[in-house]
């Protein structure tokens, strides 16, 4: 991007563009996305499983808080921030700030994810209840959620000590409803441990793993044996995070942590709405057995394996290009000069649709919502609302990528005029 002087100043409300709604987006999405989750976990675990069931069933406060909860949630942060900075793993720059400085961080979230793993055994071989977590999701999600306004209202205060070069271009819009949402600083660090990176990858990805396998231990406890319809599921989602971790240098070129400020709707999403919402399809389970043939399983094995591919495989190209555009595995494809000095890929993955990582990724959902069977909507949720944050997050990655590249964009659009499905969008 290139910088003048004005852009260096921190922008006013009037000369930045606001993303979901604006005002309106930032004083509803705080209050209806918390109650969604603890609707969704309300309704996977009920025996009817549906979400057009109005008035809804609501839960006792018995059912919403346990004192247990908080303290497990306090010690599960505590645990990953410690492994955080311990000198495991390498370290690795980000990209230039608006100031000409690199920050450094520490990849080493996979390290994390295999001592998880690792006192999860144990802890299962002492004979540790972990099928208990099914009945502390609700305090649980309680308990994220409030920590997810704690830790903004903290963001959102203290960015007002930060220099303006390390404010988000966007969260700077003098709306204090709207910039507590977007998000005001762009990498808020506590000396050298970044808030932002380590709620990204840490504790709510791999909270999301161990919720899992609580939901699977669970249905061990009920029915002496997990459903290959749950191993499946497990099977898919661990996969899933373990890649993003062993693959967690990439996240340093990503809209989140390149262009958006740390404010409440990255905070939630990474503390409440990823561990809680994305593995409904295992909570569904427990209440709602499946009985899966071995066919159908080969069939939805292939599609994830199909989806992991194109999904793995575009993003590698897109790191390497970015990192090392020489490199011989990348160095053959056809690219489109801009007026910044970068280049445009528009050939591989990326010349068969603008977005094919999206494409493998909404595949992937689809197989992990299938093994849940077809009588109810509700193990269908995260396909459906990932489809709507993929588009959304498609055009919001088409706007930047118009202003920056310019006619060098279009050029690119018409050469891959299809946005995330081949011959469809």
């Not at 595949?363 to 909507?377: E, Q, V």
């Not at 995260?382 to 055009?395: C, G, S, T």
Request: aromatic share 14%.
């Amino acid at each position: 991007m290139r910088l003048n002087n004005q852009a260096s100043k921190p922008r006013s409300s009037h000369d930045t563009e606001r993303e979901f709604g604006g005002t309106l987006g930032a004083l509803c999405i705080p209050i209806f996305l918390p109650l969604t989750v603890l609707f969704l976990i309300c309704m996977s675990r009920s025996p009817e499983a549906s979400v057009f069931q109005w008035p809804p069933l609501l839960p006792s406060s018995d059912e919403l808080w346990d004192p247990l909860a908080p303290l497990l949630l306090l010690g599960w942060i505590a645990f990953h921030a410690l492994l955080y900075l311990m000198p495991l793993g390498k370290v690795s720059e980000g990209l230039v700030l608006r100031d000409g400085t690199r920050l450094k961080y520490p990849i080493n979230g996979f390290h994390g994810l295999c001592v998880t793993g690792v006192l999860l055994l144990l802890f299962l071989g002492l004979g540790a209840p972990l099928g208990h977590l099914f009945e502390l999701l609700l305090p649980l999600a309680v308990s994220a959620v409030a920590m997810s306004f704690l830790l903004s209202v903290y963001l959102y205060i203290r960015s007002f000590w930060a220099p303006s070069h390390a404010l988000a271009l966007g969260g700077n819009t003098g709306n204090p409803l709207y910039d507590f949402f977007i998000g005001r600083e762009l990498n808020p660090r506590i000396g050298n441990f970044d808030l932002k990176y380590f709620c990204e990858l840490r504790p709510g990805l791999i909270g999301w793993v161990v919720i899992n396998l609580g939901m699977l231990m669970k249905e061990v406890e009920l029915r002496g044996s997990p459903s290959l319809a749950m191993l499946l599921v497990n099977s898919f989602q661990l996969l899933y995070v373990a890649d993003a971790l062993w693959n967690e240098e990439a996240v340093l070129t990503t809209m989140d942590i390149v262009h958006d400020g740390f404010g409440f709707m990255l905070v939630f999403g990474d503390l409440a709405w990823v561990p809680f919402t994305y593995g409904l399809q295992a909570a569904f389970l427990v209440v709602h057995p499946q009985t899966l043939s071995w066919l159908g399983a080969a069939v939805i094995v292939t599609l994830n394996g199909i989806g992991y591919y194109i999904f793995r495989k575009s993003n590698s190209q897109k790191n390497q290009f970015r990192r090392e555009p020489t490199h011989p595995s990348v160095a053959r494809l056809e690219t489109i000069a801009t007026a910044t000095g970068k280049r445009l890929l528009v050939s591989g993955w990326w010349g068969l649709v603008r977005h094919p990582n999206y494409l493998g990724d909404l595949l992937m959902a689809l197989a992990w919502s299938l093994p849940c069977g077809f009588s109810h909507i509700m193990p269908y949720f995260y396909v459906i609302y990932f489809a709507v944050l993929l588009i959304h997050r498609e055009d919001r990655d088409e706007r930047q990528c118009r202003t920056k590249y310019g006619i060098a964009w279009d050029t690119y659009c018409r050469r891959v005029p299809y946005r995330i499905f081949p011959y469809i969008y």
